[in-house]
């Protein structure tokens, strides 16, 4: 990973994604419920939350190590949501 920038923007960039996805799942299935999916953009905007905040974390002891833990977190939690549109 290059930077605490770059780490920002690929939260940005993932959570806003699957956030999107949400939105077109919804679109294209209009006669379905959508409660399911109203819980997956919540999980995201508090996921986002989430990692923004450990990101701007300030005196790391090892702030390589850190930023590869958010950034596998980031991972997982990613997985985890496209699983769940995957599953509607």
Known sequence: MANKRDLKKDINYVMGDIIEAVYIWELTNPSKETKESQS?????????????????????????????????????????????????
């Open 40 to 88: 997956i953009i919540d999980d995201a905007i508090v996921g986002f939350d989430e990692l923004i905040v450990k990101v701007n974390q300030r005196d790391l002891e090892n702030a390589k190590a850190h930023f590869k833990a958010v950034n596998q977190e980031l991972e997982a939690k990613g997985r985890a949501l496209i699983d769940r549109i995957n599953k509607m």
